[in-house]
């Protein structure tokens, strides 16, 4: 089983300032066909989860472009350019290179 | 509008069994894998299991936790999925999601509102 780390766990952020956290893999999460396998999710507080980013670095439908995935191999990164007051949640990596799917401890992102 | 809706959570005691269902409307369901998540009170999401389409030959994967107690099924005419859950422990309560989406890269797209489980004596 892949084993999911995010870092840190827990971030205070200032509205209209960057921010951006990490996520790490126990395993290479790329595949034969140049994809990383990884996606990111926002649950925001009282709500169910939503895609942000899969295959690394690909936004979902809706998902606004200040939302940006990096990363490779075993090292990704999910960066938000200016952070908005409805991005307070917590974001969860995770690998859909293999079953069984697991995920990330996820980062709690708060405002200050 | 594409939604799913889970049903069938409640209070059941340890050992015992509970179905939970996710309705699905709104997009052609036979099409997409449907996966079930969990998240105990308080802390983070757990993937549960899969099954895939009909192609696929609705071939099901579970977590390591739920392996042997826990069965996902589908029925595409119904727009339904199940998860049937047995010999369930306290470990087990949690609000459990259904969610879909490719059944080739295993993105979950759309997800459930969730219904609560509660495994207590």
């Known amino acids: 089983e892949i084993v999911m780390t995010q870092s840190p766990l827990s971030l205070p952020v200032t509205p209209g300032e960057p921010a951006s956290f990490s996520c790490r893999s126990s395993q290479s999460l790329l595949h034969s066909d140049g994809y990383n396998y990884l996606d990111w999710y926002l649950q925001r507080p009282g709500q169910s989860p939503q895609l942000l980013i899969f295959?690394?670095?690909n936004r979902a439908s809706g998902v606004p472009d200040r939302f940006s995935g990096s990363g490779s191999d075993t090292d990704f990164t999910l960066k938000i350019s200016r952070v908005q007051p409805e991005d307070v949640g917590v974001y969860y990596c995770m690998q859909t290179l293999q079953t069984p799917l697991t995920f990330g401890p996820g980062t709690r992102v708060e405002i200050k | 509008e594409a939604q799913l809706v889970e049903s069938g959570g409640g209070l059941v005691r340890p050992g015992g069994s509970l179905k939970l269902s996710c309705e699905v409307s709104?997009?052609?369901?036979?099409?997409?894998?449907l996966h079930w998540v969990r998240q105990p009170p308080g802390k983070g999401l757990e993937w549960v299991g899969r099954i895939r389409t009909k192609p696929n030959n609705h071939a099901t994967d579970y977590g390591t936790s739920v392996q042997g107690r826990f069965t996902i099924s589908r029925d595409d005419l119904k727009n339904m999925a199940y998860l049937q859950m047995n010999s369930l422990k306290k470990e087990d309560t949690a609000v459990y999601y259904c969610?879909?989406?490719?059944?080739?890269?295993?993105?979950?797209?759309?997800w459930g509102q969730g219904t609560l489980v509660t495994v207590s004596s």
């Open positions: 295959l690394g670095s």
């Open positions: 709104g997009f052609t369901f036979s099409g997409t894998a």
């Open positions: 969610g879909s989406g490719g059944d080739l890269v295993a993105d979950i797209l759309l």
